[in-house]
Every structure is written in structure tokens, then in C-alpha cells.
């Protein structure tokens, strides 16, 4: 039964998507830039996350459960 009821309801979805109809609707110039700066923003946003979550990410990736004691660079035992 939930099945079925699942289907109806994507079907209706589907239905009520493919009809076209003629939209009365205008979008000024102020729209457009304000999807450009929104997409700018999403990525200085993902950028700064990647920036300050970075060495927890490499390490996810190499697979290193150890913390490194290098945390600013230097080298030990020169």
C-alpha cells in the first residue's frame, strides 16, 4: 500500500512538472547579480572551510590517525 501511494505521489510530481504554461513573470538585472554573488559567496565559503579544516582533511584522506607535533612547520632535530 505505501508503495503504491509513493508512486502516485511521483507520478502527480512528474505531471504537474511537465505542464507548460506561460510564466508572467520578469526578472531585472538586479536578480542576475545577486545569483552571481551568491554563487561567489558559496565559493569563498567552501574555500575558508577548506583553509581552516585542511590538515584534519589530508589526514582523513592519507588514512594517519597520528597527530603530527609539527603544527607550524618547523623541523625537528636540524
Given amino acids: 500500500m505505501n508503495v ?3 508512486l502516485m505521489f511521483y507520478l502527480i510530481m512528474v505531471l504537474f512538472f511537465l505542464d ?3 510564466a508572467e513573470a520578469y ?3 538586479g ?3 545577486m ?3 551568491g554563487l561567489l ?10 583553509g581552516v579544516f585542511w590538515k584534519r582533511i589530508k589526514a582523513f584522506f592519507r588514512g594517519s590517525s597520528r597527530r ?3 603544527d607550524n612547520g618547523e623541523a625537528h632535530g636540524d
Fill in 4 to 6: 503504491w501511494i509513493a
Fill in 20 to 22: 507548460v504554461s506561460r
Fill in 27 to 29: 526578472l531585472d538585472p
Fill in 31 to 33: 536578480t542576475g547579480s
Fill in 35 to 37: 545569483l552571481v554573488q
Fill in 41 to 50: 559567496a558559496a565559493i569563498a565559503a567552501a574555500g575558508v572551510s577548506l
Fill in 68 to 70: 603530527k607535533t609539527e
